[in-house]
């Protein structure tokens, strides 16, 4: 009996726990769909420089059973490795094709080259970066303790044109922010 009246005392400190945390993330949720909206209304805004070398990187990466980030690019000087470690790009990219993989497509090149794939993968991006947000909300609230004050640092963050444009990436850019 002792058991069960533990579990049900721990099971309501959580609740409460979760209640408590709850309160203090609320007041920026307007402000992370807003980033949402923004960043996946965006995604599919034209080129970037460095994505189709990631991405050839990634097709190399798979057909080699090596997921380092092997350099299929044009430069001699990546010729043994893109950074011979993943890059964060790197891991998100294998996350974001690993339901392929696992399905056993075949022609995962095809579709890694594909814009679905890149939509994807900036979306991936966006959410990711658009985090960031949340964590300068929290961090301003556990140093100041005043909502307005976090509120304002996660807004204006929300509002550097900089930090959403480079958020619809698949750079490292937003997400090193």
């Not at 190399?60 to 490795?81: C, F, H, M, V, W």
């Not at 509002?159 to 490292?172: D, I, K, N, Q």
């Amino acid at each position: 009996m002792s058991v069960v009246i533990e579990i049900a005392r721990i099971a309501r400190q959580s609740a409460t726990a979760l209640t408590f945390y709850l309160r203090q993330i609320i007041p920026v949720a307007p402000v992370l769909i807003l980033a949402w909206i923004i960043g996946w209304g965006g995604i599919d805004f034209g080129t970037h420089w460095d994505e189709s070398d990631h991405l050839r990187n990634l097709i190399r990466s798979i057909e080699t059973d090596n997921y380092l980030p092997q350099a299929a690019s044009y430069s001699k000087e990546l010729a043994n490795g893109y950074y011979g470690y993943p890059s964060m790009i790197h891991l998100i990219s294998v996350v974001a094709v690993s339901p392929e993989l696992v399905m056993g497509r075949r022609d995962f090149a095809t579709f890694i080259m594909s814009k679905a794939f890149l939509l994807r993968l900036r979306s991936i991006f966006v959410f990711i970066a658009s985090l960031t947000i949340l964590w300068v909300y929290l961090s301003l609230l556990q140093i100041t303790d005043r909502r307005v004050a976090a509120l304002t640092g996660a807004t204006l963050l929300l509002g550097s044109w900089e930090f959403m444009y480079h958020a619809r990436w698949v750079a490292t850019d937003a997400l090193c922010a």
